[in-house]
């Protein structure tokens, strides 16, 4: 049972997607890496979480209008997860990297201010193939990404 764990920080991300469209459909790659390290904490120390993934995504985009699209997406890819073990006295703090397959399925949508400038909101549902377990001071502690929610807002651009 996972129990007296802090969490201290959100992991705040950037992510990059490029696509091919074909009438209403696209296809494209996303890759995502963690820019702030969300901290989870213990009596024994704590623990900085990282994850860069890239996936293959294919969607269909719903035009309600030409500045509104709708959409909704499903892909597949790999993460790569680093933690980083920051011990008090009396234990002794590790690195570990773990790699997995990664599923994601996603809705959203794209508001465009001009032909070639918009905004996106996007929340996706992730799910790594083999999830990868945070352990310490022989306890697990995590289970990370067996499934996951999570939203971006940013901007987007078309050419």
Same mark, same amino acid.
């Given at each position: 049972?996972?129990?007296?764990? &802090? $969490?201290?920080? $959100? ?5 990059? /997607? ?5 009438? =209403?459909? /696209? ?39 030409? @500045?509104?699209? !709708? /959409? +909704? #997406? ?8 680093? +933690? ?5 006295? &009396? @234990? #002794? &703090? ?5 790699? #997995?397959?990664? %599923? ?8 465009? /201010? ?5 905004? @996106?909101?996007? %929340? ?7 999830? !990868? =377990? +945070? ?7 995590? %289970? ?7 939203? #971006? $807002? ?6």
């Amino acid at each position: 049972m996972l129990q007296d764990i &802090g $969490v201290r920080g $959100v992991g705040v991300g950037a992510d990059v /997607f490029a696509a091919y469209r074909y009438h =209403s459909c /696209f296809l494209g790659a996303q890759g995502a890496t963690t820019l702030t390290r969300p901290q989870l904490e213990r009596a024994e120390g704590t623990v900085e979480l990282e994850r860069s993934a890239i996936t293959a995504r294919l969607g269909c985009a719903l035009p309600l209008s030409r @500045y509104v699209q !709708p /959409f +909704v #997406s499903a892909g597949a890819g790999a993460a790569l997860y680093r +933690v980083t073990g920051n011990a008090v006295a &009396g @234990y #002794s &703090g590790e690195k570990h990297s773990h790699s #997995s397959g990664l %599923l994601q399925i996603g809705v959203g949508a794209n508001f465009w /201010f001009s032909e070639h400038v918009g905004a @996106y909101i996007r %929340l996706d549902a992730s799910s790594a193939t083999a999830a !990868p =377990s +945070v352990r310490v001071a022989g306890r697990q502690i995590a %289970l990370l990404e067996r499934a996951m929610i999570g939203a #971006s $807002v940013g901007l987007a651009l078309r050419l």
